[in-house]
C-alpha cells in the first residue's frame, strides 16, 4: 500500500488531465469554444430531443404499395420463367390486377403440367423459411394467378422497416455528427427524433421519397394516342419530376437498369452550360448493362426516372462504357444536392407514411435542465455530508474522487458525443449516488481488519485487495442490465443505460486507482498510529 506503481499514478493522472479538458467545453459559451487552439476539444453534450426541443415523426411501412410492388416483381419471375423454359412456354396477359400478378398460358392443354412445377419453384420458401411465397391459383382456360401469402407480406413489411432506418439515418444524418434517434417501432414502424429541428417538414422532404432510380427505354408514341390511352404492351406513361422533368414519356415498365448499381452521386456542373447537373457513377455490373444497352440502342432514347418519374431522357448518341453519366435538367445547386444526397443513401425498400408528427419546444428542456442540475447539487451535498461524517478524512478522499468522477463522466460523454436525454440526467444523478458505494465497501472492509488487530498499513491493503471482488461484480451486473437496456431499449432509455454504463466505469475507476492513490500519499506523510475512521 506504501508502495503506488508508477504506472498507476501516471494512469490515473493522464485519465484525469484528459477528462478535464474534454469536460471543459461544457462551462464555457459557444464563442468560448470557438476561440479555443485546434489541438483542445471543443465538443460539448449533445442534448437529446426531450431538452434541446426538435421534430418526431412516425412512419409506417405502407404495406399496400409493398404488395404491389412485389407483385409486380412476381409477375416478371412468372414471365421469365415461363420464357426461359426449354422448350419455351408461350404466355400473354402479363400484369397485375387486384391483390394477384397473373399470366395466361396460350396453351393451356398443352403446357399447364410444366407451368405448374416452375410456379412451384417460385413459391418455395427462402432459404431457413418454412412459410410459402405465394399461393397460386389457376383456370382451365390457362389463367395462372399468384398471391402473396399474410405471412410473407409479414415479413417483408418487418425487414423493410429495419431497412429503411439506415436509409433514414444516411439521408437525415450522413456525416454522423446529429444526434438523431431512429428505431423500429412494431413490425412495420418507424420513430424518428431530430433534435434541433424545429420543422418537421424538413424531416419529411428528406423521408418521403422512395429514391429508386431507374433507367428505361422510350417508347415514340405520339401524344394524341398517349392521351387516349393507347399504348404498346408493356409501356406505361412516366409523368416528368417536379420542376426538374420536363416532359411526360411513354416508356417500358420493366427497367433495364436499377439504382442498385449506382455507386456514386454528386452534384456538379455542365462544363459547356454551366448548368448544375447530378454526376453519377456506376459500380462494376452496372457499368457492364449500362454499355451494353448503350451500344445496342444507339440513336434511341434512355430515360432516367426516379419514384417512376422522368428526370430526363436523353438520345443515346454512342455507346458509354465508362460507368459514368450526368443527369441534366432544371437543377438548383440545392436540388441537386439534395437529389445527390438520397441516392447515395439508397432507396427506401418501400414507402413510409407519416401518421403523426411531433414538435417538442426547447423551453421544457430548460426547465429539466435546471431541475436536474439542482438534483445533481444535491444529491452530490448529501453525498459529501454523508462521507465525512461517516468516515472523517476517508470520506474526504472519497468525496475528492467523486468530484473527479463527475468530471470524467462529462467528458466521456463529450468524447463519444454522447446524447444526454431526461432519463440521461436521472442516470446521471443515480451514478453520483451510488460512486460512493465501492468506498464505502473499502472502508468498512479497512474496519473490520482494523478491529481485527491489523495496523494501519496492513489494513488498508487488506481493505482494498479483498473488497476488489464484491466491487467488480456487483457494478459488472449493473453494467449487464444497462447493455440490455440498450440492447432493447430505444430513444430515452438507452440515453439512460448510456449514461448509466460511463457512470458506472468512471466511478469504479475513482473510488479504486484515484482513491487509493489519495490515501498513499496522505499515509506517507502522516505515518498514522491507526486509522482515522
Known amino acids: 500500500m506504501l508502495q503506488v506503481a508508477r504506472w498507476r499514478v501516471i494512469l490515473v493522472a493522464v485519465v ?55 407483385l409486380e416483381n412476381t409477375a416478371d419471375q412468372m414471365a421469365a420463367a415461363l420464357r426461359d423454359a426449354e422448350p419455351r412456354i408461350s404466355y400473354t396477359g402479363r400484369g397485375v390486377v387486384g391483390d394477384a400478378a397473373r399470366v395466361r398460358l396460350v396453351n393451356p392443354a398443352q403446357d399447364m403440367e410444366r407451368a405448374r412445377e416452375l410456379m412451384r419453384t417460385l413459391a418455395r420458401p427462402p432459404q431457413g423459411g418454412t412459410d410459402a411465397i405465394y399461393q397460386y391459383t389457376e383456370s382451365a382456360d390457362g389463367l395462372i394467378e399468384a398471391r402473396i401469402t399474410d405471412q410473407y407480406l409479414s415479413a417483408l413489411s418487418r425487414q423493410a422497416a429495419q431497412q429503411s432506418i439506415e436509409v433514414i439515418r444516411d439521408r437525415i444524418d450522413p456525416n454522423g455528427t446529429s444526434e438523431v434517434s431512429i428505431a423500429r417501432q412494431g413490425d412495420r414502424r418507424v420513430i424518428v427524433q431530430a433534435p434541433g429541428v424545429t420543422d418537421p417538414q424538413q424531416l419529411k422532404d428528406r423521408i418521403g421519397q422512395t429514391a429508386l432510380m431507374t433507367f428505361h427505354l422510350v417508347r415514340e408514341v405520339s401524344p394524341e394516342e398517349a392521351a387516349q390511352g393507347r399504348l404498346p404492351p408493356g409501356t406505361m406513361v412516366a409523368q416528368p419530376y417536379g420542376s426538374i422533368g420536363q416532359t411526360a414519356e411513354v416508356v417500358e415498365r420493366r427497367a433495364r437498369l436499377t439504382g442498385e448499381h449506382l455507386s456514386r452521386a454528386s452534384p456538379s456542373t455542365d462544363a459547356q452550360t454551366s448548368e448544375f447537373v447530378l454526376s ?14 448503350t451500344r445496342e440502342y444507339v440513336n434511341q432514347r434512355f430515360a432516367i426516372l426516379l419514384d417512376n418519374q422522368v428526370l430526363t431522357a436523353p438520345r443515346i448518341n454512342e455507346p458509354i462504357c465508362g460507368g459514368s453519366g450526368q443527369i441534366s435538367g432544371n437543377f438548383s445547386a440545392q436540388s441537386a444536392s439534395e437529389l445527390s444526397l438520397m441516392l447515395n443513401a439508397g432507396a427506401l425498400p418501400a414507402p413510409l407514411t407519416v401518421i403523426e ?72 444523478i443515480l451514478t453520483i449516488a451510488m460512486a460512493v458505494d465501492a468506498n464505502v465497501i473499502i472502508y468498512e472492509r479497512m474496519r473490520e481488519e482494523a478491529a481485527a488487530g491489523r495496523g494501519p498499513a496492513l489494513a488498508i491493503d487488506a481493505g482494498f485487495a479483498r473488497a476488489m471482488i464484491t466491487i ?13 437496456l440498450f440492447q432493447f431499449g430505444a430513444g430515452p432509455v438507452r440515453g439512460f443505460a448510456w449514461t448509466l454504463s460511463i457512470g458506472v466505469i468512471t466511478s469504479v475507476f475513482t473510488a479504486v486507482l484515484v482513491t487509493q492513490l489519495l490515501i498513499a500519499w496522505w499515509f506517507r506523510i502522516a505515518r498514522p498510529k491507526q486509522l482515522p475512521i
Not at 280 to 292: K, M, T, V, W
Not at 384 to 398: K, P
Not at 472 to 484: E, R, S, V, Y
Open 16 to 70: 484525469t488531465v484528459m477528462g478535464l479538458a474534454f469536460a471543459f467545453p461544457n462551462f464555457v459559451p459557444q464563442s468560448v469554444r470557438d476561440s479555443l487552439p485546434g489541438f483542445l476539444p471543443r465538443q460539448a453534450i449533445n442534448l437529446g430531443l426531450d431538452l434541446r426541443g426538435g421534430s418526431q415523426l412516425l412512419l409506417e411501412v405502407d404495406v399496400e404499395e409493398l404488395r404491389r410492388q412485389q
Open 280 to 293: 453519377f457513377q456506376l459500380d462494376n455490373e452496372g457499368s457492364r448493362i449500362f454499355c451494353r444497352i
Open 357 to 428: 408528427e411531433r414538435t417538442v419546444d426547447a423551453s421544457l428542456g430548460a426547465d429539466a435542465i435546471s431541475s436536474g442540475a439542482t438534483a445533481s447539487i444535491v444529491a452530490g451535498l448529501v453525498t459529501l455530508v454523508f462521507m465525512v461524517l461517516a468516515y472523517g478524512l476517508f470520506g474526504v478522499f472519497a468525496v475528492v474522487a467523486l468530484v473527479i468522477n463527475f468530471v470524467l463522466l462529462l467528458g466521456a460523454m463529450s468524447m463519444v458525443g454522447a446524447a444526454l436525454t431526461l432519463p440521461g440526467i436521472a442516470g446521471l
Open 472 to 484: 467488480i461484480d456487483a457494478n459488472l451486473t449493473t453494467i449487464l442490465a444497462a447493455m440490455i
